[in-house]
């Protein structure tokens, strides 16, 4: 089993749609939690930070589900710019460091 | 500006001719890495650095090498590329209090033929 999972689309969507994706994660001692944002092979940027008690941040939404191990993503009112692929990140302690994983993505096309 | 910058962009090469890719961070971070990124894979780390002249090796470190001398730079060293280090590569930086957001280069788009 992968340490992080993510369904890879694409999902297309029209404008104006509300959208959401799952990632879960393998390693029960995950400590921290984002969504990372990448424009076709651009650079990934932070999207967001998945807070234990769900966080809101415009039309996003993350929330964090400890005992079923995902992390979702909420986008309401779905734009054209909103089209990108949409990582999963996960931190977690591991052998005394901290260790990063990251989801291979799930692409999404919203469609005018 | 707060950045990561990375040279160069694009590189196309040959087999076995030694390259360095640069990256430097103007953020005074104490944490940077490398990442390749490989359609299906995903991003997967090379190496990455806690500190200077602290460095250690991610999930896919072989046929790699890093130096970390000043807290700013953080070269990627292929000795003897070959072709299945093809890849995009992208150099990150993050600070090591509060949430810990992770800042990415531009990335390198690396052929070897």
């Known amino acids: 089993r992968k340490e992080v999972e993510q369904d890879p689309g694409p999902f297309n969507v029209p404008e104006g749609a509300t959208v959401a994706f799952n990632c879960t994660y393998s390693?029960?001692?995950?400590?921290?939690f984002f969504w990372y944002r990448q424009d076709c092979r651009k650079e990934p940027k932070l999207l967001m930070s998945?807070?234990?008690s769900g966080n809101e941040d415009g039309r996003f939404t993350a929330q964090l589900n400890r005992a079923s191990q995902y992390i979702s993503l909420l986008i309401r009112d779905s734009k054209l710019s909103d089209s990108a692929t949409y990582l999963c990140?996960?931190?977690?302690?591991?052998?005394?460091?901290?260790?990063?994983?990251f989801g291979t993505g799930t692409k999404l096309q919203v469609i005018p | 500006e707060a950045q990561v910058t990375q040279n160069p962009r694009y590189l196309i090469t040959v087999t076995g001719k030694k390259l360095t890719v640069t990256c430097s961070q103007n953020?005074?971070?104490?944490?940077m890495s490398w990442y390749r990124q490989d359609p299906g894979l995903g991003l997967r780390q090379i190496y990455y650095?806690?500190?200077?002249?602290?460095?250690d090796k991610g999930d896919v470190p072989e046929g790699y090498k890093v130096s970390r001398k000043e807290k700013r730079n953080f070269p990627l060293i292929l000795e003897s590329p070959s072709p299945n280090q093809t890849s995009l590569y992208f150099c990150?930086?993050?600070?090591?209090?509060?949430?810990?957001?992770?800042?990415f280069g531009p990335g390198t788009r690396l052929t070897v033929t």
């Open positions: 998945v807070y234990s």
């Open positions: 650095s806690m500190n200077v002249e602290v460095t």
């Open positions: 390693n029960s001692a995950s400590q921290s």
């Open positions: 990140v996960v931190r977690a302690f591991s052998g005394g460091y901290q260790k990063v994983t």
């Open positions: 953020m005074n971070h104490e944490y």
């Open positions: 990150a930086s993050r600070g090591t209090s509060g949430y810990y957001e992770q800042y």
